[in-house]
């Protein structure tokens, strides 16, 4: 792991963050320090520039790009928010849509996963840490579907940063022991989620994770 730079943006915790394959920039939100929350741009050398006439209420902490150049942010029980950041969009920069999330259990990120068709994909746990469950939410009806329960995965369950790597592959982190698992979601009928341990990793919070989803797995 190379670090860029440690300064980045204006000050405030970023979370909620996703690549956008059609500029190459890192987006996601800052907070504020007034208790609100705003979109910010991130280049490759870590320079930033922050969306001033986008400000949302609350810290965001999930958030994800599409292929279409959409930004799906929000927070697990409160709002989610979709940013248009296509630049050739007449809507660039602008909030587009939003609605209640309301996810079924607790969820720390989300992530679009090339082949896993108009969804975001997370790993649900419950409160008591034990009960883990691919899940998806649809980016056209906005609703939530449990694909599959999943059971004692690993460490305390609690899911934190996740991000995609090729076509039907999720990357997440644990945030409790650190460790990276993937997870295979199922892109035929009738396919079964395939999991396994990666690498070890540091124990976290409030963390995420962005990754091209052009990119091969590493």
């Not at 980045?8 to 190459?24: E, Q, S």
């Not at 009960?131 to 939530?144: C, G, K, M, V």
């Amino acid at each position: 792991m190379v670090t860029v730079r440690t300064d980045v943006g204006p000050g405030g915790n970023i979370n909620a963050i996703g690549y956008n394959t059609l500029d190459d920039y890192i987006y996601g939100t800052v907070e504020n320090g007034d208790g609100t929350s705003s979109v910010i741009r991130i280049d490759a050398k870590g320079g930033s520039v922050v969306f001033p006439d986008i400000v949302v209420p609350g810290i965001q902490l999930i958030g994800d790009i599409d292929g279409e150049g959409n930004l799906w942010f929000g927070r697990g029980n409160s709002m989610w928010y979709k940013v248009d950041l296509n630049s050739d969009s007449p809507t660039f920069g602008e909030i587009v849509d939003s609605g209640e999330l309301n996810s079924p259990r607790n969820m720390a990120d989300w992530a679009y996963v090339p082949g896993g068709g108009d969804y975001l994909w997370t790993i649900l746990y419950s409160g008591g840490g034990t009960n883990s469950a691919l899940a998806r939410w649809s980016t056209t009806t906005h609703e939530w579907e449990i694909i599959e329960e999943l059971g004692d995965v690993a460490g305390e369950n609690r899911w934190g940063a996740m991000y995609p790597a090729g076509d039907g592959t999720l990357y997440a982190s644990e945030n409790v022991s650190g460790d990276i698992w993937q997870f295979r979601i199922p892109i035929e009928e009738g396919d079964r989620v395939l999991y396994e341990k990666i690498t070890d990793g540091p124990p976290s919070g409030s963390n995420d994770g962005a990754r091209c989803f052009f990119a091969p797995a590493p």
